[in-house]
């Protein structure tokens, strides 16, 4: 029996962990599970040393680092002394895991980063850790196994997890129906995000920005994305009075049937470039961060379309360029500009082409089977 130990510490990182235990079992009985995670893991037959809403604060206060740092300390003192695993499989969650991953080196364990940071956006001094205490390198990006192999470190190239999981569009009739949207207008989608921090510097301007777009285009109406993991009462908190739609947890069926999206900057934007549905990515913070995030940036673009295609065919309106004036241009582009229009939707086919169609679960869990059962 083969044991193998799972670190993730936000919700789609769990996600995909599940998935590829779901894998594992399905070729082999001979493994055992343990990990951090939460309800998705669990379900998927794995044990939980802690839960991931004891890890996934956002933020960098005194108390979340001490937080860390305690459970880094009891997690390396179970895993050397206790549970001995095979393999620990990190998954995203760049900061924590990095920072465990030299500990289990230190101890002889065998360290596979699954869903790795991307150094080629910032810090790209990362690379240098992840060469000294990660023994395999499991990258959903073709662009970054050469960047990887240029350091020397083992990488397998596993295909982009929403390849397989994005689910198909919806029906726009029975979305339609189903939220009392009328057929006859154009919808604009607004997501603003799925943490507290975002929706603080991102609600006020984008209802601002549907508000422009309402007086002067009637025949436009519009939807909110609230994220599933958003309370009701904060995320009311931020949208105060605001006369929209409110849609939770239909994240994917909402991008697939709007005509044009308004998105803060993530992997949001991949899967509305999937659908192939036009938008526009606002995004902004606290300045002292966007100072830090300029100093370690490698490369200039935000936007994960952008960023593959190596193109800026998708508007990035970032910190001081985020107004509700030039979100509601943006917006009026897409939707009355064909040729803007139809320019986007091409660019956005192409992206899917430039990325595999492996199923990403199933390829990190046949490298972690070659690894324990050579």
Not at 92 to 106: E, V
């Amino acid at each position: 029996m083969k044991k193998i130990f799972i670190i993730t510490g936000e919700y789609s990182g769990e996600i995909h962990a599940s998935n590829v235990v779901k894998e594992l079992k399905k070729i082999s009985s001979d493994y055992e599970f343990e990990g951090i995670g939460g309800d998705n893991l669990s379900e998927a037959g794995v044990k939980l040393f802690e839960h991931i809403k004891n890890l996934s604060a956002v933020g960098i206060s005194p108390q979340i680092i001490i937080n860390h740092i305690k459970l880094g300390k009891r997690l390396v003192d179970y895993l050397k002394n206790d549970y001995k695993p095979d393999l620990v499989l990190l998954i995203d969650y760049g900061g924590f895991n990095l920072s465990i991953s030299k500990y289990l080196k230190q101890a002889g364990i065998k360290v596979f980063y699954y869903i790795p940071p991307q150094v080629w956006a910032s810090r790209k001094y990362r690379i240098k850790r992840i060469k000294k205490y990660v023994d395999k390198v499991l990258c959903i990006f073709p662009f970054e196994v050469p960047l990887y192999q240029s350091y020397g470190i083992d990488v397998v190239y596993c295909g982009h997890p929403l390849i397989s999981q994005l689910p198909q569009p919806a029906s726009k009739i029975a979305f339609f129906k189903k939220h009392n949207l009328d057929r006859e207008k154009k919808l604009v989608s607004v997501f603003p995000g799925s943490r507290v921090f975002e929706l603080k510097y991102l609600m006020s301007v984008f209802k601002d920005a549907v508000k422009i777009l309402k007086e002067k285009h009637p025949e436009i109406q519009f939807c909110l994305s609230q994220a599933p993991n958003l309370s009701d009462s904060v995320y009311q908190e931020f949208l105060g009075n605001c006369d929209v739609k409110v849609i939770k947890g239909e994240n994917q069926a909402l991008l697939s049937v709007s005509d044009a999206l308004i998105l803060a900057s993530g992997t949001v934007a991949l899967e509305a470039c999937l659908y192939k549905t036009p938008m526009i990515i606002a995004y902004r913070g606290p300045k002292i961060l966007y100072w830090v995030y300029l100093l370690v940036r490698c490369i200039k673009r935000v936007c994960l379309p952008n960023i593959i295609a190596d193109k800026s065919f998708v508007p990035e309106l970032i910190q001081d360029d985020v107004s509700a004036e030039n979100i509601a241009q943006h917006i009026e582009v897409l939707l009355y500009n064909r040729n803007a229009r139809e320019e986007m939707i091409y660019g956005l086919s192409q992206i899917k082409e430039k990325l595999s169609d492996k199923k990403s679960s199933f390829e990190v869990a046949k490298a972690i089977d070659r690894e324990l059962f050579p």
